[in-house]
T-cell receptor
Framework: GAGVSQSPSNKVTEKGKDVELRCDPI?????LYWYRQSLGQGLEFLIY????????KSGLPSDRFSAERTGGSVSTLTIQRTQQEDSAVYLC????????????FGPGTRLLVL | QKEVEQDPGPLSVPEGAIVSLNCTYS??????FMWYRQYSRKGPELLMY????GNKEDGRFTAQVDKSSKYISLFIRDSQPSDSATYLC??????????????FGTGTRLTIIP
């Protein structure tokens, strides 16, 4: 079946603009994660959705970052008033609710803030 | 200090050589240890996972965990050019690691020279 898909693949924006990044998880996966991958920093956890539970937002770096997940499926990560330090690859992953299932990652959105 | 430290490389070895990749960590709560492989412009994919201390072998890949030293390793035998990728270690504290935020190392970029 189809894997995790993300759009857009690349996004170039100007400092101060808002951006929206989209993630379509694997059908049937109840858990969805957003990570950020910066050069030399590895993957940094941002936010985690599990079913209808309140999301774990503990990794969001500032209040300019927010995410929602509609209908338990598609998720949107929004960055308001982008800064140059927001430039990174934003990765989405999904997994089943239970068991030692791996997290399946999408290809990421490469964000460049000029 | 980061919770997980990983030498970013780059690491270049000739085809057929044995590759050794390593991570150290500081959080003694980590129980599950994973290795992900990431090809250029792709999302990470799970290679192997191990629980607590010990070894696990899968084909040409062997993962080792030494909890007393807080040190994990991935060995690749008979390395192939197709193994050229970035290798990321990841860790979690719970058994349900498909449903927990993971803590990643920065990744080691590996090139196998034909």
């Amino acid at each position: 079946g189809a894997g995790v898909s993300q759009s857009p693949s690349n996004k170039v924006t100007e400092k101060g603009k808002d951006v929206e990044l989209r993630c379509d998880p694997i059908s049937g996966h109840t858990a969805l994660y957003w990570y950020r991958q910066s050069l030399g920093q590895g993957l940094e956890f941002l936010i985690y959705f599990q079913g209808n539970s309140a999301p774990d937002k503990s990794g969001l770096p500032s209040d300019r970052f927010s995410a929602e997940r509609t209908g338990g499926s598609v998720s949107t990560l929004t960055i308001q008033r982008t800064q140059q330090e927001d430039s990174a690859v934003y990765l989405c992953a999904s997994s089943f609710e239970r068991g030692r299932e791996t997290q399946y990652f999408g290809p990421g959105t490469r964000l460049l803030v000029l | 200090q980061k919770e997980v430290e990983q030498d970013p490389g780059p690491l270049s070895v000739p085809e057929g050589a044995i590759v050794s990749l390593n991570c150290t960590y500081s959080n003694s709560a980590f129980q599950y240890f994973m290795w992900y492989r990431q090809y250029s412009r792709k999302g990470p994919e799970l290679l192997m996972y191990t629980y607590s201390s010990g070894n696990k072998e899968d084909g040409r890949f062997t993962a080792q965990v030494d909890k007393s030293s807080k040190y994990i390793s991935l060995f690749i035998r008979d390395s192939q050019p197709s193994d050229s990728a970035t290798y990321l270690c990841a860790m979690s504290g719970g058994a349900n690691f498909g449903n927990e935020k993971l803590t990643f190392g920065t990744g080691t970029r590996l090139t196998i020279i034909p």
